[in-house]
């Protein structure tokens, strides 16, 4: 059997195994790369370059950073601040937590949003007395959102940036308009899907009121060391490019800067990562490279380019929901690297622009579609459940399917009215 061939194989059963939850998805990921590299798909040396460490080490340092934040009791503080603003009704707290993340992300990566904001939000849940999954679930939509709006809030937009040329400012001109028509269209309908999930009793909404939010900031010094080294480490998210220095490296210097002047503990500090999200992208990262080595993705968007026959409203509109979809299903940021050398060869022959558009709208919002479609779902997945939360593959798909689809129908307005007509 061909490599390719063997790739699809274990690539697709992975991916059944981890919708049907027959094993917990990191379980099944790690499975699924081991047999890419047992089965010859990939050799060791290849398999072991594809895992990317700016990935792995930003969410180990971000991780660590909100877990002392979490000690200091802020994270109660800003929820019981949320609540009584929102005077404990949950459809006003979304519309404040949606635009939050939105723009949040687009300044620094929806992974580190969804790590600071998703302990706000299940204490929010908590405290009133409703499952937090509907929450973390606006949450990440919103930051996958926001985060298309610039080159800094998705790693696809920095490849796309790269390779076309586009600077930060025009880059932004160009996504913001969509970004923000699908943001606005996507509030109504998430609390149209989980109105009903958002039901708060009186006596669990009166008695969130009353809570006191000075009470639960617990040690004051800590908080003012970590929130210094917070605000440090989001400046050197802005400014990673000027200061040559990956977000990554950022973060663990960030984590590192805290253990020294803290002085805890290093083996309870590191207790607080999520194991478990590191291992789950190790194994999808080596499995997505095998694709990719084989020449399956290139193989798919190569058929279809060819199939549109040079018509350019029909080659943009492709790229934009093919790209969705395959985004929904396996790590945009490879995806992208393989669609953008395609692009560029058509370019010999037309202008590309809209293309470039679309590429970055279908690979960011496709992100939506399933809870493996970005980084930032699975995080939230892996918080969840370790509050005692199931996050599963069916419910996410349950309600991302339908903001992908309404988030692409409005890219698609977009690219036609201002690029195709």
């Given at each position: ?191 149209l899907l989980f109105r009903k999930q958002l039901d708060v009793d009186d006596d669990h909404r009166h008695a969130a009121l ?158 939506n579609l399933t809870l493996v479609g970005a980084s930032a779902n699975v995080v939230a997945a892996s ?39």
């Amino acid at each position: 059997m061909s490599d390719f061939s063997l790739a699809i194989i274990v690539f697709v059963a992975t991916y059944l195994i981890i919708i049907s939850e027959r094993l917990h998805r990191t379980t099944a990921a790690l499975v699924g790369g081991t047999l890419m590299i047992l089965l010859g798909v990939l050799s060791q040396d290849v398999a072991f370059a594809a895992i990317d460490l700016n990935v792995i080490f930003l969410l180990l340092g971000m991780m660590m950073i909100a877990h002392l934040l979490g000690e200091t009791g802020v994270f109660q503080w800003i929820a019981l601040k949320a609540v009584q603003i929102g005077q404990g009704r949950p459809i006003p707290i979304i519309i404040i937590t949606s635009i939050a993340a939105a723009l949040a992300s687009a300044l620094l990566d929806n992974v580190t949003v969804v790590i600071l904001i998703s302990p706000i939000m299940m204490f929010v849940a908590n405290t009133l007395g409703i499952s937090p999954i509907p929450f973390l679930l606006i949450l990440v939509m919103a930051s996958n959102i926001g985060g298309a709006a610039t080159l800094i809030g998705d790693p696809p937009n920095i490849l796309i940036g790269s390779a076309a040329n586009i600077d930060f400012l025009p880059f932004a001109a160009n996504m913001t308009p969509p970004v923000l028509f699908s943001l606005l269209t996507f509030i109504p309908i998430a609390i149209l899907l989980f109105r009903k999930q958002l039901d708060v009793d009186d006596d669990h909404r009166h008695a969130a009121l009353l809570l006191d939010s000075r009470d639960v900031i617990k040690e004051p010094g800590l908080l003012l060391q970590t929130s210094l080294v917070l605000v440090l480490v989001l400046v050197g998210f802005f400014l990673h490019g000027a200061l040559g220095l990956e977000p990554a490296v950022i973060a663990l210097s960030g984590a590192t800067l805290l253990l020294v002047i803290t002085r805890r503990n290093p083996a309870r500090f590191l207790e607080s990562v999520e194991w478990n999200t590191l291992m789950f992208f190790v194994g999808l990262f080596i499995m997505v490279e095998a694709l990719v080595s084989v020449g399956v993705i290139e193989e798919l968007a190569s058929y279809f380019l060819t199939a549109t026959q040079g018509n350019m409203n029909v080659m943009t509109m492709f790229i934009l929901w093919f790209s969705a979809i395959a985004s929904g299903f396996i790590d945009n940021i490879p995806y992208t690297a393989t669609m953008i050398p395609l692009i560029e060869a058509v370019g010999d022959a037309v202008s590309i622009k809209p293309l470039w558009w679309a590429l970055a709208l279908g690979a960011d919002f496709g992100g939506n579609l399933t809870l493996v479609g970005a980084s930032a779902n699975v995080v939230a997945a892996s918080l969840a459940e370790r509050a005692g939360y199931r996050l599963t593959f069916g419910a996410f798909l349950k309600y991302g399917w339908v903001i992908v689809f309404v988030t692409l129908i409005i890219s698609s307005i977009w690219l036609n009215v201002r690029y195709l007509m």
